[in-house]
T-cell receptor, first 116, second 114 residues
C-alpha cells in the first residue's frame, strides 16, 4: 500500500524568504503522479503543482517548484519569495497512474505561517 | 457551475441523528469524490463515482455511511445515527475523466456531532 509522509507539522518563514516543505512516499509503482495542494482557512483545497513520475525535470509554477527525487521517493516543495497569502496548510498527495480509481493518498499536512 | 459547491457549509447535529451533505460538481465533470478530513489528520478517501460505473465505496468507514449520485451530477453523502467521531470536514471534489491534472475541490461541510 502507498503511504505519504510529511514530517514537518508546522513551519514558519519570513516574508520574501524561501521555505522548503518535505514529503516522502512509499510505493512499488513505477508510474504515478505527485501533487502539492494548499488549503487556506477557506478550507478549499487548491492545486499548487503536480509532477509526473516519468519526467525527470522538476515541475515549476511561478514561485513554486519541486525537488523530485524518484529513487529516494522524495517530493519537496520550495516556495520562493514567500508572501503572506501563502499562509495555509500544505498537503502532499500521491496518485497512482492508470488505476481503476484515481484516488489520492494524502500526507497529514504541514501548516505554514508566513511572518510579516 | 463555476466551481464545486457544497452545502451546508457547517452543520451541527445531535448524536444519533441522520445528516445529508450535498455536493454539486462542475458541469461536465464525470468523476466525483468524497473525502473526510478529521482534526489534525490528512484527507481520507470515502467514495468515488465515475460516470455510470459502479461507485468505489471502499473508503466508507461503516455501513452508517452511504452516498449516491443522481443523474451523473449532484451527489449526497448520508450519515445515519451520527456519532461524535463523525465530526470532521467532508470535502467533495470533481474532475474530468482524465484526472492526472488533479481535482477541483469544494469548500467542504464542517460537521459537528454534539
Amino acid at each position: 500500500a502507498q503511504t505519504v509522509t510529511q514530517s514537518q507539522p508546522e513551519m514558519s518563514v519570513q516574508e520574501a524568504e524561501t521555505v522548503t516543505l518535505s514529503c516522502t512516499y512509499d510505493t512499488s509503482e513505477n508510474n504515478y503522479y505527485l501533487f502539492w495542494y494548499k488549503q487556506p482557512p477557506s478550507r478549499q483545497m487548491i492545486l499548487v503543482i503536480r509532477q509526473e513520475a516519468y519526467k525527470q525535470q522538476n515541475a515549476t509554477e511561478n514561485r513554486f517548484s519541486v525537488n523530485f527525487q524518484k529513487a529516494a521517493k522524495s517530493f519537496s516543495l520550495k516556495i520562493s519569495d514567500s508572501q503572506l497569502g501563502d499562509t495555509a496548510m500544505y498537503f502532499c498527495a500521491f496518485m497512482k497512474h492508470a488505476s481503476g480509481t484515481y484516488k489520492y493518498i494524502f500526507g497529514t499536512g504541514t501548516r505554514l505561517k508566513v511572518l510579516a | 457551475g463555476a466551481g464545486v459547491s457544497q452545502s451546508p457549509s457547517n452543520k451541527v447535529t445531535e448524536k444519533g441523528k441522520d445528516v445529508e451533505l450535498r455536493c454539486d460538481p462542475i458541469s461536465g465533470h464525470t468523476a466525483l469524490y468524497w473525502y473526510r478530513q478529521s482534526l489534525g489528520q490528512g484527507l481520507e478517501f470515502l467514495i468515488y463515482f465515475q460516470g455510470n460505473s459502479a461507485p468505489d465505496k471502499s473508503g466508507l468507514p461503516s455501513d452508517r455511511f452511504s452516498a449516491e449520485r443522481t443523474g451523473g451530477s449532484v451527489s449526497t453523502l448520508t450519515i445515519q445515527r451520527t456519532q461524535q467521531e463523525d465530526s470532521a470536514v467532508y470535502l467533495c471534489a470533481s474532475s474530468p475523466r482524465t484526472v492526472n491534472y488533479g481535482y477541483t475541490f469544494g469548500s467542504g461541510t464542517r460537521l459537528t456531532v454534539v
